[in-house]
């Protein structure tokens, strides 16, 4: 018999990797598109004047605070972290499949 805590505790601690990596890879991201958008102001400095260094940055940052807030807002369905456990671990999906039982 499959023992629900033991289960329970395994995907939760899963879960939570996945949310930390989600939250790495959208918040680079969000960088990245955050830097994109910053070379406008750069570009334009002499419109902006000496405050398009500040501009940037904070473009910067506010993609990656948004790419972050993002990743940190998506699901994580216990199911599919199941699968991934499966999939990390080599166990050929009995995680997944003790947690549907267990659930019934």
């Given at each position: 018999m499959v023992d629900p805590t033991r289960l329970d505790r395994l995907v939760r601690g899963v879960a939570r990797q996945v949310r930390r990596r989600r939250l790495e890879f959208y918040g680079l991201k969000g960088a990245f598109y955050g830097a994109v958008a910053a070379v406008v102001p750069l570009l334009a400095k002499g419109l902006v004047g000496p405050?398009?260094?500040?501009?940037?940055?904070?473009?910067?940052?506010?993609?990656?605070?948004?790419?972050?807030?993002?990743?940190?807002?998506?699901?994580?369905?216990?199911?599919?972290?199941?699968?991934?456990?499966?999939?990390?671990?080599?166990?050929?999906?009995?995680?997944?499949?003790?947690?549907?039982?267990?659930?019934?």
């Amino acid at each position: 018999m499959v023992d629900p805590t033991r289960l329970d505790r395994l995907v939760r601690g899963v879960a939570r990797q996945v949310r930390r990596r989600r939250l790495e890879f959208y918040g680079l991201k969000g960088a990245f598109y955050g830097a994109v958008a910053a070379v406008v102001p750069l570009l334009a400095k002499g419109l902006v004047g000496p405050a398009a260094a500040a501009v940037a940055v904070a473009l910067v940052a506010l993609g990656a605070a948004a790419g972050a807030l993002f990743g940190l807002a998506l699901a994580t369905p216990r199911a599919d972290v199941a699968r991934v456990a499966d999939r990390a671990l080599g166990l050929e999906d009995r995680v997944a499949t003790a947690f549907e039982w267990a659930a019934r």
